[in-house]
Nanobody, 116 residues
């Protein structure tokens, strides 16, 4: 059974930080490179950060230097530390395998709102 449970979102002011967490089922977490995605209103879902099983990371240019993805293999959990948040970071954030497609299972996501 696939499980993806995101948490940690909220309303913050520009420049503040948030840490998102995602607990994934072992069937996904142990096999795939994991990623954090986001979808802003009226926009397509975009992949913002990925991390391999070995800990290699990659970031979209829009978040590079501000966001940090990490994983705890013992807890089947992937994190996204978001610093220096901007209004344009406002979106629903999801985690999934880095190769997830629209028709794959997705969790409920967690809302991040950056506003003064």
């Amino acid at each position: 059974q696939v499980q993806l449970v995101e948490s940690g979102g909220g309303l913050v002011q520009p420049g503040e930080s948030l840490r998102l967490s995602c607990v994934a089922s072992k069937s996904i977490f142990t096999i795939y490179t994991m990623g954090w995605y986001r979808q802003a209103p009226g926009k397509q879902r975009e992949l913002v950060a990925t991390i391999t099983n070995g800990g290699r990371t990659n970031y979209a240019d829009s978040v590079k230097g501000r966001f940090t993805i990490s994983r705890d293999n013992a807890k089947n959990t992937v994190y996204l530390q978001m610093n220096s948040l901007k209004p344009e970071d406002t979106a629903v954030y999801y985690c999934n395998k880095a190769t997830a497609l629209t028709y794959d299972y997705w969790g409920q996501g967690t809302q991040v709102t950056v506003s003064s």
